[in-house]
């Protein structure tokens, strides 16, 4: 998971937002504890603010300008050898509208101390996973590609689409890719239609998703994968990600990562 440092950080304008007695009133909603500290929070705030995402604080939440709260807590910090330490946070989203219940996500990541390794875990976060949020609470998104499929009218006689929006693919690989060209080259699609059938019984249903798809092989050929499902592990995709990646054309130590969210709406994307 360490492998998200080859990421490069993107900087822009900040946007300030003023409080509303919405965003107060909607905080309310979020009862877990969480054990989130000023400066976990704080280190979540400058990277919103270097991202360009406007917020607000409402402690202890950071309130997003679609009403979506953010708590972070630190979870685990390990030196690896001088100037090279590997921090855990985890940062825990909810959204009045789309999932009031709350979803979570960690973040690994390594910096040179404790600070820089938590910025960029963070940092990481807000340029992949946050912007498939961002794209799932708007009723078109925007920055995402979606893919979709109808479902049966529910008990309101309204007709749904379950969708997934596909947020930015984190990949890296250690040697250029070959002049051969793959079967089907690599999309911001392949991670989870190659896995789909793993979602089968989710996508049945109208819940709202977090899905994290991370696969990797190394110099050796070995393979390995991890899939969560709302931050908890979801063990029936794990074969299939390891299958998918065995077929990969040879570049060295290669991971591909991706953070897709499964929503129900009544409005297609379609024109």
């Not at 309130?63 to 855990?88: F, K, N, P, Q, Y």
């Not at 999932?99 to 940092?123: C, K, S, T, V």
């Not at 059938?197 to 049945?204: G, T």
């Not at 592990?233 to 077929?247: E, I, N, R």
């Amino acid at each position: 998971m360490s492998f998200i440092n080859s990421l490069k950080n993107l900087k822009n304008k900040f946007i300030p937002t003023a409080p509303t007695a919405e965003y107060k009133n909607a905080s309310n909603v979020q009862a877990a504890k969480i054990n989130s500290d000023p400066i976990t929070m704080q280190a979540l705030a400058d990277v919103l603010k270097t991202e360009g995402i406007a917020f607000e604080w409402q402690l202890p939440r950071l309130v997003l300008a679609d009403g979506m709260m953010l708590e972070a807590e630190a979870i685990e910090s390990i030196a690896l050898a001088e100037d090279r330490l590997r921090t855990c946070t985890k940062i825990h989203i909810t959204h009045p509208k789309y999932f009031p219940n709350g979803i979570a996500e960690y973040q690994h990541a390594m910096g040179m101390d404790e600070n820089l390794a938590m910025a960029e875990g963070f940092r990481t976060w807000a340029q992949t996973d946050l912007v498939a949020l961002l794209d799932a609470t708007r009723d078109m998104p925007k920055d995402c590609t979606v893919l979709e499929m109808n479902v049966v009218d529910g008990a309101d006689g309204i007709a749904r689409f379950r969708q997934i929006v596909l947020g930015p693919v984190a990949h890296l690989a250690t040697l250029p890719a070959s002049k051969k060209k793959e079967e089907h080259p690599f999309c911001p699609c392949c991670l989870f239609t190659e896995s789909t059938a793993a979602f089968h019984d989710l996508l049945q249903t109208d819940q709202f998703l977090g899905v994290r798809l991370f696969v990797s092989r190394d110099n050796e050929g070995k393979l390995a994968a991890d899939c969560r499902v709302n931050g908890e592990d979801f063990a029936p995709a794990l074969d299939l990600l390891t299958a998918y990646a065995s077929k990969w054309p040879e570049r060295g130590l290669e991971f591909r990562k991706q953070y897709v969210v499964i929503r129900s709406v009544s409005r297609s994307v379609k024109p």
